[in-house]
């Protein structure tokens, strides 16, 4: 049974930083790719960011320069180091691992953006 929960979301002021945590068990952490997503009310999901088991990393165009994810492997655990935050940042954020033909999901963490 795969497991990802999430952590780390709250509320910031616009220019501030949060740093996203996501726990994962019930598979091997380390042989798989891991993503962040968000989902802002009203919009669709769309894709943050994506590390590979090897360490290759991909950014959505309006995240690059602002946000890092990142993994540790020994502890199971991705995150997202989100700098420099903007209104439209604004979402609920969501771990996700690529175990094909399955796709999982955590339960979200939410991170506004407001004076």
């Known amino acids: 049974q795969v497991q990802l929960v999430e952590s780390g979301g709250g509320l910031v002021q616009p220019g501030g930083s949060l740093r996203l945590s996501c726990v994962a068990s019930?598979?091997?952490?380390?042989?798989?790719?891991m993503s962040w997503y968000r989902q802002a009310t009203g919009k669709e999901r769309e894709l943050v960011a994506t590390?590979?088991?090897?360490?290759?990393?991909n950014y959505a165009d309006s995240m690059k320069g602002r946000f890092t994810i990142s993994r540790d492997n020994a502890k199971n655990t991705v995150y997202l180091q989100m700098n420099s935050l903007k209104p439209e940042d604004t979402a609920m954020y969501f771990c996700n691992a690529k175990l094909l033909p399955s796709m999982y999901w955590g339960q979200g963490t939410q991170v506004t953006v407001s004076s």
């Open positions: 019930g598979f091997t952490f380390s042989r798989y790719a």
């Open positions: 590390i590979t088991s090897a360490g290759r990393l």
